[in-house]
């Protein structure tokens, strides 16, 4: 195929509301047969309650309810009329709960059960954003697998899980669980992490079901908010916002997808037929099933978009929202909406068709309780080769930000080190937000970690909290104003030779419902980084966060910065085998650390201004700050230092444009390196940004080594999508570079030509 004709023409008709997916031109199988068996059985009322989903209302193991909210649902079940329980976790409970399903029910369907299994079940990875700055998708992978096997050992066959929302505001507290503002990188770690959680054989009873989240713009939240509305163009909803899902769809064969809170075009998502019927069920051919968010159907009330219950359950359903989760408008309102022929009896069977055929593949109907061993959830969890793969990922994710005069690493065994910070002893934080089966205070501290390689001594310095007893479910009481154990940390530094600072977020700082108007370190732990640096100016920063910082000061004057994220359990034998050269530490930022609040949203690949650079003051600056970021998406330092040379471009082949350059680690060390490629289109029919990551490599090499470095740009590399939602590939103009982040590395350029 030529690089420059049209990949893929615009659908000229949309997909009916009417048409079930089984009979969408695709080819019958045993499983399509199976759920076509089974739909003649059911009644409507038994088709409506596949698409209902609760979350746990009462303890199973105990007495069953007897009043209330929680009876009613225990009655539903019974009658078949609910088709997943969210929150239900451990092997007995689920057992419990799914012997109800199967053995009370008429057809004995049995339930899917769900959790947000984001970053680990017990045994807790990194949060998603720190694996990102790992950019090693098989270790990303991996990390997944691990999370599944564990939730399957629990009784978990369907995670919410990955969000593959790219945004570019650190404002918002879910960038912890994404992957940043690169829809590149962003698309590879979510499939990454899709074959992870779905492996190779879904029925297997080790694998779960992913969910690919939230479709569609949730990550561009106006300010930063949290639930707040999205207004995007059409180029952003195509080139930025759309890929990630398409390839979970395509590439990944992601068996859910979820809809969510927010606005797009003034339509709610989960009421939004354009996204959910003519593209992720139209053109994309998507054949799993649409889960709502948490009382998402609901919520279109407030959105101004439907005018009551009933009137959300109509238009949810019509857009192709097949399962409702915890808005009761299914479950109380659609029979009567097809009933008064608001909703075709067809939308129902399909929604109900697309959540069996899932349970299907699930292998749920050929045995039901696969999940449910008690023997196995012991044997599982908590694994040692678990903590193994975690604490490797947990290295991989760290990014050096700073390391003037070499300060590290640290020698082992090196007298007079001073640990200061409350999160230094915590072994809470470390686990991260969106940890649902962790348990509480299970990390390795930084303390702990550090122990292992000298005699350090520790003062806390403050604290972080004014009440530590924090959850899910409560706003933060930061310490403002108690600096009372100032003078002890101060006295502490004063006597030693470095001093190590663990300063950053509580582990519920970011997060949903998280958002944040300033993006300093929170509390007094600004005043007293510089309190201690009057003392000591030998300090190692250590960042303990779920978000870019604004750390301007710190890069200013402290000499070397650590970004350890939120790691998981291994957290503190990870930071540790950092500080002490154990591990050379190799992560980039998936995000642009802002230089202050006011840049943000600040991002890579912006499109350029018409006034892009003068010396005048007619020019898109700032009169306060400057425009550059703090650190570039993309960077991050090594113990060793590389070297690039030799960019060559070769243009001539009609399939493809090849691009080598090649790297030397030019240090005393070994060392790993991500090799980033990044193109601008100069010239096209819709404005290109000033670049694009289009490729990227992780390479080992031994100190004064030199490799070759090659990467291949093909159509789907060098095209983007018009405001059509076509994919076209123009000829014309490239720039490229090949360089250790998106601010730095070799430049050339090559032209794509009209007979290539």
């Known amino acids: 195929m030529k690089l420059n004709v049209l990949l893929v023409a615009a659908m000229a008709t949309v997909i009916a509301v009417t048409t079930a997916f089984i009979s969408q031109d695709k080819p019958s199988d045993e499983i399509d047969a199976k759920v076509q068996d089974l739909l003649a059985k059911m009644t409507l009322e038994e088709k409506i309650g596949q698409m209902v989903q609760y979350t746990g209302f009462w303890d199973v193991t105990g007495p069953t309810p007897s009043e209330g909210q929680s009876k009613r649902k225990y009655e539903q079940i019974k009658k078949g009329l609910v088709g997943s329980m969210l929150n239900v976790n451990g092997a007995e409970r689920v057992r419990k709960m799914q012997e109800i399903a199967v053995n009370e029910t008429r057809l004995g369907i049995p339930l899917i059960f769900g959790l947000d299994v984001i970053h680990g079940q017990k045994t807790m990875a990194p949060i998603p954003l720190a694996e990102a700055a790992s ?11 691990i999370a599944a096997i564990e939730a399957s050992a629990m009784g978990q066959n369907w995670t919410f899980a990955p969000m593959i929302d790219i945004s570019r505001d650190a404002r918002w507290g879910r960038v912890m669980e994404g992957a940043g503002e690169d829809t590149y990188l962003g698309t590879k770690v979510g499939v990454a992490r899709i074959k992870g959680f779905q492996g190779d ?134 029979k009567g909406a097809v009933e008064e022929g608001l909703v075709d009896e067809s939308v129902i069977d399909e929604a109900a068709a697309r959540i069996l055929r899932v349970k299907f593949e699930l292998g749920l109907f050929d045995d039901p309780y696969k999940y449910c061993d008690v023997a196995r959830e012991k044997e599982l969890l908590h694994h040692p080769d678990h903590h193994a793969a975690v604490l490797d990922m947990a290295r991989k994710s760290m990014v050096l930000l700073k390391n003037e005069n070499n300060i590290l690493p640290l020698k082992k065994g090196q007298k007079k080190i001073a640990v200061i910070g409350d999160l230094a002893a915590d072994k809470d934080s470390p686990l991260g937000n969106w940890r649902m089966s962790a348990d ?213 082949d009609a399939e493809a444009v090849t691009v080598t350059a090649s790297v030397k680690n030019t240090g005393e060390v070994a060392g790993e390196e991500v090799v980033q490629l990044y193109i601008r289109d100069r010239v096209a029919s819709v404005a290109r940004p000033v670049k694009e990551l289009k490729g990227f490599e992780k390479i080992k090499l031994a100190a004064g080594e030199t490799r070759t470095v090659t990467f291949t740009l093909t159509a789907k590399e060098l095209g983007f999508y018009n405001n059509n939602g076509e994919f076209i590939v123009e000829p014309g103009t490239f720039d490229v570079m090949i360089g250790t982040n998106s601010a730095e590395g070799l430049a050339g350029s090559f032209e794509l030509k009209q007979s290539l």
């Open 135 to 145: 950019w090693d998708l098989e270790a990303i992978e991996k990390s997944a697998r």
């Open 201 to 334: 054989d879904l029925s297997a009873n080790n694998t779960i079901a992913a969910t690919a989240k939230h479709f569609a713009g949730y990550g561009f939240a106006e300010s930063g908010k949290d639930y707040n509305t999205v207004d995007v163009g059409l180029s952003t909803l195509y080139n930025v916002i759309l890929p990630p899902f398409k390839a979970a769809v395509e590439e990944a064969d992601v068996k859910t997808v979820m809809n969510s809170f927010n606005t797009l075009n003034g339509i709610p998502a989960t009421g939004n037929k354009f996204l959910q019927r003519d593209i992720l069920k139209g053109k994309w051919n998507f054949d799993g099933f649409v889960i709502s968010d948490w009382g998402s159907a609901a919520e279109m009330i407030n959105h101004g978009y439907a005018a009551d219950l009933k009137d959300a359950a109509v238009k949810a359903a019509n857009a192709g929202s097949d399962m409702d989760m915890e808005s009761y408008a299914y479950v109380d309102y659609l």
């Open 440 to 652: 509480a205070n299970t990390a390795v501290s930084v303390l702990e970690g550090l122990e292992k390689y000298a005699d350090v001594k520790y003062a806390r310095g403050a604290k972080l909290l004014n009440d530590n007893n924090t959850n899910f479910f409560t706003e933060l009481d930061v310490n403002e104003t108690d600096k009372s154990e100032f003078k002890e940390a101060v006295q502490l530094a004063k006597k030693s030779e470095v001093v190590i600072m663990v300063l950053g977020e509580n582990a519920y700082h970011s997060g949903e419902a998280r958002s944040r108007s300033k993006l300093g370190l929170p509390g007094v732990q600004q005043e007293l980084l510089e309190e201690v640096y009057k003392v000591n100016k030998n300090i190692v920063l250590v960042l303990m966060n779920g978000r870019p910082l604004t750390i301007t000061w710190a890069d200013e004057h402290v000499p070397a910065i650590v970004e350890a994220w939120q790691l998981g359990s291994q957290s503190g034998n990870a930071i540790a085998d950092v500080l002490f050269g154990a591990y050379n530490p190799a992560g980039k930022l998936p995000m642009t650390f802002p230089r202050s609040v006011g840049q943000v949203p600040i991002y890579y690949n912006h499109l350029n201004s018409g006034r892009p650079t003068s010396d005048a003051i007619f020019w898109v600056h700032y009169m306060d700050e400057e425009v550059t970021p703090l650190y570039p998406f993309g960077y991050g330092l090594s113990y060793t230092t590389f070297e690039y040379t030799d960019l060559k471009v070769n243009a001539e």
